[in-house]
């Protein structure tokens, strides 16, 4: 199941984040008649289209996995959490309507209500992900039922709908989706304006694309942080586990790279910066950050993987941001910086680190979260399938999934070449 | 609405989504075994399919997501066993879903599609019939109780409960049903009088295909001694439903042969809903029925609680609130049948 979120999250980060590059693309044409940007937002659309639809059949293959993967899971929270998933529903009911009305409706429609459904792909996009993260919430902080004997009763699904993790890792994901499909379409475009570098299309793309990125990649450290204080009050032993911070002390020092090692309770390499943790987790040099040695051994999670995992998605982060720090000036002062071929090679060599990124953060939350697949009510060995055999499907899901990927490449490759024939042709007429 | 309301009320939208699934996620899986039969070098079907199908089929398949939504909040027992049992058909079922609509927009997208057409075309054609199969099989599983199997053994609980001709035949008629629903809907979709005619031959082909395996069907529950079939041809509805779907059979031929499309997709939508009907009326008030009688789990006892019952519907009324207009926006946008 990893397998298939990690495979879909790339996706329907696209399905969020990009329509609303491709709606201020298309109003900028609207506005005016430029044509490099329809050009732009149909080419954008053919590719936002196939992303699309490979998503939406990846998430078909997750609501069933729920059930295939995990009876043990669903037939406890069904009933609790079924709710965002029926908003989820809705709200990708309207996008997958809103798409097809917009991919379609070019010659149909009136052009602002084409270019109003656009929008509300996007704006259905943001809703449907953040709903089905209230589910994802609501395992790290169970609400809304009592536990009895091994069943939830007193089921209140409003109250496990709106808990207290739902709303950071809405935030945090859906900023997340922005930044990531920012640096990456703008690393794409970068390196094709890099060849091509009189393409005007590939210039307004960088642009629109660089906004999106460095805003989100600015407002990101902050949602983060506040995210992690609310790890750190919620789930405290993944809090140390990310910090790989074994032992319960208070001016906890914050280590800064390191390897963990679980057995001797060390981190080797780290620097540590003292009262670091405390202060970041509490706001309080002097606050308690309780370590794994606070925990039962069959409690903790691994700390290796979510250690490193929380490290590679902290630097990348701060990467970006600082990186949107330049990109913010150079766009203000219109500097020719910006298409240098050394920025646009460093541009183009960061396409993937905001998806990176998400792959670790939720690497982080998944793993920190074992052995629970629901905070400490009920363990993730107690819900899975009890069918032998399971690594048969995940070989064969792997397996379509990285087919299908080289397809994708192989047309994204095909739809660039397009896109570089529509412009030469324009710029022909205009000869 | 007492809690027994609420749980018949939560049925009846899980029924109306799957006969929706079963009509508009049919009609593209369909297409997929029409083409299939209708040959390679049928073009000009293959471009009516393209065009048909491209703006509607994301939003056709959400059906199944709100199905599969309302079985696991308001049944999350019944999904949860479901999804043990009949393991291997489902994951089968979703590795045809994903290849089936991947296959579809990369040969409508592939800016150079003549490289890998044939590949395209052949993925598409097969991963829907392969789907639809899988998808009977599933049906089939569930109505003859195997699906509710106590076995205790690999091959009892998670071969046998689908591996069985029964279920195979279900297969079969499910992907007869949905090449007939496409054939119907086909017609509505050309301009051209000489493409018409050739889809009304070919919808009427697939119905009388339809109607025979359909026959199939009922005779072989009977022959392997189902329930079902006992239950079937006793329960008033269904008999009324089975009375009313042939009725309508001879309807849906004249409007076929009076080139009618859009009163012939109306009776084809009927005529789905009535089979969906009939099983369903054979089965009620069992979820999943189990091949010895006794054993079944009625849908009052799986049922998830009333808050949560509640509030399903609320946010399933809201959502078709908004989804329904937005839906009928959409299929007129792009089905109104073109005039000349």
């Not at chain 1, 298939?4 to 399905?15: K, N, Q, R, T, Y």
């Not at chain 2, 599983?141 to 998670?158: E, H, M, P, Q």
Request: hydrophobic letters at 55%.
């Amino acid at each position: 199941m990893a397998m298939s979120l990690g495979f879909h999250i790339v996706f329907a980060s696209i399905g969020i984040a990009m329509p609303f590059f491709m709606a201020l693309s298309h109003y900028r044409y609207l506005r005016t008649g430029k044509r490099s940007y329809i050009l732009l937002t149909k080419a954008w659309s053919k590719g936002v289209a196939v992303f699309f639809a490979v998503g939406a059949v990846s998430g078909t293959v997750l609501s069933f996995e729920l059930g295939l993967l995990w009876p043990g899971f669903m037939e406890h929270a069904g009933a609790i959490i079924g709710m965002p998933f029926s908003w989820e529903g809705a709200a990708f009911f309207l996008e997958a309507i809103a798409i097809g009305l917009f991919l379609y409706g070019w010659d149909r429609l009136r052009p602002w209500t084409h270019w109003f459904c656009g929008l509300v792909v996007g704006i259905s996009g943001v809703l449907s992900g953040f709903f089905v993260i209230c589910a994802n919430g609501w395992m790290n902080s169970p609400a809304g039922f009592d536990w009895v004997n091994g069943r939830a009763v007193n089921i209140d699904p409003v109250a496990a709908m709106f808990n207290d993790a739902a709303f950071i890792q809405g935030l945090h994901m859906t900023v997340a989706a922005f930044q990531a499909t920012g640096f990456a379409v703008a690393g794409l475009h970068a390196l094709l304006l890099r060849r091509r570098p009189r393409s005007v299309v590939h210039r307004d793309a960088l642009h629109i694309a660089l906004v999106f990125a460095a805003v989100s990649s600015l407002i990101q450290p902050l949602v983060g942080h506040a995210a992690a204080q609310s790890v750190a009050r919620r789930q405290p032993e993944k809090l140390a586990a990310m910090e790989a911070h074994f032992t319960t002390a208070r001016r906890a020092p914050l280590l800064l790279g390191g390897i963990p090692d679980v057995s001797t309770g060390r981190v080797d390499y780290a620097l540590a910066v003292p009262g670091g943790l405390s202060f970041l987790a509490f706001g309080d040099v002097d606050a308690e950050v309780q370590g794994l040695d606070a925990f039962p051994p069959d409690e903790r999670p691994p700390v290796l993987i979510t250690h490193l995992a929380f490290q590679t998605m902290v630097v990348i982060g701060s990467v970006l941001a600082t990186i949107s720090v330049v990109i913010l000036f150079l766009l203000k002062r219109r500097s020719p910086l910006l298409t240098s071929r050394l920025f646009l090679g460093l541009l183009a060599a960061l396409t993937p680190a905001g998806f990176i990124a998400i792959e670790a953060g939720w690497t982080v939350t998944e793993v920190g979260r074992q052995p629970w697949i629901i905070y400490r009510v009920l363990r993730t060995a107690d819900a899975v399938t009890p069918m032998p055999g399971i690594v048969v499907s995940l070989v064969v899901f792997t397996v379509l999934y990285l087919i299908l990927t080289v397809l994708l490449i192989a047309i994204m490759r095909r739809m660039i070449a397009m896109l570089h024939a529509a412009e030469k042709a324009e710029g022909a007429q205009h000869e | 609405m007492n809690e027994l309301q609420l749980i018949e009320m939560t049925a009846l939208f899980l029924a109306v989504t799957l006969a929706l699934y079963a009509l508009l996620g049919g009609a593209d899986f369909g297409a997929g075994i029409v083409e299939l039969f209708a040959g390679g070098r049928d073009r000009e079907t293959r471009s009516v399919i393209n065009q048909a199908i491209a703006p509607v089929w994301e939003a056709n398949h959400v059906w199944l997501i709100v199905a599969v939504v309302i079985l696991f909040t308001a049944f999350p027992q019944a999904y949860a066993r479901l999804s043990t049992t009949l393991h291997i058909p489902l994951a089968l079922m979703l590795v045809g879903i994903v290849l089936r609509g991947c296959a579809f927009t990369f040969r409508h997208y592939d800016p150079r599609p003549e490289e890998q057409d044939a590949l395209y075309t052949r993925v598409f054609a097969l991963s829907s019939v392969f789907t639809a199969l899988l998808q009977g099989i599933i049906v089939g599983a569930v109505i003859s109780g195997r699906a509710g199997s106590d076995a205790t053994d690999f091959v009892g609980l998670y071969v046998l409960s689908w591996l069985h001709p029964f279920c195979a035949l279900v297969g079969v008629f499910t992907c007869a049903l949905y090449g007939t629903i496409a054939a119907v809907f086909l017609v509505g979709e050309t301009r051209d009088s000489a493409l018409r005619g050739r889809f009304v031959r070919r919808a009427k082909r697939w119905l009388l295909c339809t109607v025979m395996l359909g026959g199939v069907v009922l005779a072989s529950a009977y022959l392997f001694d189902l329930q079902f079939a006992e239950k079937f041809f006793e329960d008033a509805r269904s008999r009324l439903a089975l009375g009313a779907a042939t009725a309508l059979l001879p309807v849906l031929w004249l409007l076929l042969t009076r080139e009618m499309p859009n009163l012939s997709r109306i009776v084809m939508g009927l005529i789905v809903a009535l089979i969906l009907l009939g099983w369903i009326a054979a089965q009620f008030p069992a979820l999943i029925p189990a091949q010895t009688s006794g054993g079944e789990e009625a849908i009052y006892a799986l049922a998830a609680p009333a808050p949560t019952l509640r509030l399903l519907l609320w946010a399933l009324f809201a959502g078709l609130a908004l989804i329904v207009p937005a839906l009928i926006f959409l299929l007129r946008t792009f089905k109104r049948t073109p005039s000349a």
